[in-house]
């Protein structure tokens, strides 16, 4: 089986260093990067943090889930025809920030979309887990018949369901155009959901009067990071640039959303950052190599050193209990301020509801 080309990043955390007890929510994002999918690539350039930030609700049997995405792309010509047309950017991650960026580089070409082959691909190529009282779910999305390409989408969903992966389907096309029907299809045999966008519709954000101060806040909180570690400061220096990118969005709440995922549970920085991997206990700081800190810290002693984890594990906290909080008010006005005839079928209300409904099937809870 084929082995696309990833790049190896230590910043990224295996399920198994965490542990290997806690349930999991394992999601493939499968989109289509043909020439007319800009819009679709955009929105989930900005929607994500808010479809994270819904599942950071979610528990089992009490407690918090470790949530793992993995992303590809397909029908691209930039991609060996020998391959599919499909590529995988990420392993099944709990590293937002390693998603976040592979997003934002994925370039639309033309391409022959071929949406068997590729769900074929991640079913076979991704970590999945083992565990049936885990979830598992692919989102495909593309505006093409659905099947194309030499490996059929019945088989390829057949192995999908042998494995208890959920499939849903997101067409980017006409709803009355009759390729919706085996786009359909396709999420029923995989006991999944189907849903209709328009990729290209515009997005109305309703700003807020909260929105400055989480802003701030923001940027408070990414002063209590300290990189540590072989890939410490290109994590550290990661986790800017998909700030700039979230808040450089067209939809002024990709930022807002991103800076409140920071603050859930699904945001892992404690392979790279000092201050999350001594509040959970993961490290020793007797065993860190101190050329690996930012040089102001290099020569301090480990109880000079510790004191100012101490004060940074402080002080984040104190920052998001205050961004969760005006996230509340900001979530308050938004709902009521949302015009009433506003038609609520983006991406992200689709996906939220979709994972809710099918999460809940399988024994996880909405808090």
């Known amino acids: 089986m084929r082995q696309p080309p990833i790049e190896k990043n230590d910043s990224i955390i295996s399920s198994q260093n965490i542990t290997d007890n806690k349930p999991k929510i394992q999601i493939a994002i499968l989109l289509d990067s043909s020439n007319s999918m800009d819009g679709l690539i955009e929105q989930t350039r900005t929607q ?22 993995s992303l590809y792309h397909y029908g691209n010509n930039g991609l060996p025809s020998t391959e599919g047309f499909n590529r995988m950017l990420t392993q099944l991650t709990n590293d937002l920030d390693v998603v976040s960026e592979n997003l934002f580089s994925i370039q639309t070409n033309g391409g022959q979309e071929y949406a068997g082959w590729v769900i074929n691909s991640a079913i076979k190529e991704l970590e999945w887990s083992a565990n049936n009282e885990d979830f598992r779910a692919i989102f495909i999305a593309g505006n093409e018949p659905f099947d194309q390409g030499n490996i059929s989408w019945e088989s390829a969903i057949n192995l999908a369901s042998s494995k208890d992966i959920v499939i849903n389907t997101i067409y980017c096309g006409d709803a009355e155009n009759a390729e919706s029907n085996l786009w359909a299809r396709g999420a029923d045999v995989g006991k999944g959901s189907y849903f209709n966008i328009d990729q290209n519709e515009r997005i109305v954000d309703i700003p807020t009067p909260y929105d400055g101060e989480i802003r701030q806040l923001n940027q408070e909180l990414n002063e209590t990071y300290i990189p540590y570690g072989e890939q410490g400061i290109v994590s550290f220096e990661r986790q800017r640039q998909q700030d700039v990118n979230a808040f450089s969005s067209p939809s002024p709440s990709a930022g807002l959303n991103r800076a409140i995922t920071k603050t859930t549970s699904n945001y892992n920085t404690g392979n790279w950052d000092l201050v999350e991997a001594i509040a959970s206990n993961t490290v020793n700081l007797s065993d860190i190599d101190t050329n690996t800190l930012p040089e102001n810290l290099r020569s301090l002693t480990t109880n000079q050193l510790r004191d100012i984890i101490n004060e940074m594990i402080q002080k984040r906290e104190l920052i998001k209990t205050e961004i969760n909080e005006l996230s509340e008010k900001r979530t308050q ?10 038609d609520n079928t983006t991406l992200e209300s689709l996906m939220i509801e979709t994972l809710y409904n099918q999460l809940k099937a399988k024994g996880f809870s909405i808090n």
């Open 48 to 69: 994500i943090w808010s479809v994270i930030n819904a599942v950071s609700k979610v528990t089992k049997n009490g407690e918090t889930p470790l949530f793992e995405v």
């Open 333 to 342: 006005y938004i709902t009521q301020n949302r015009p009433i005839l506003e």
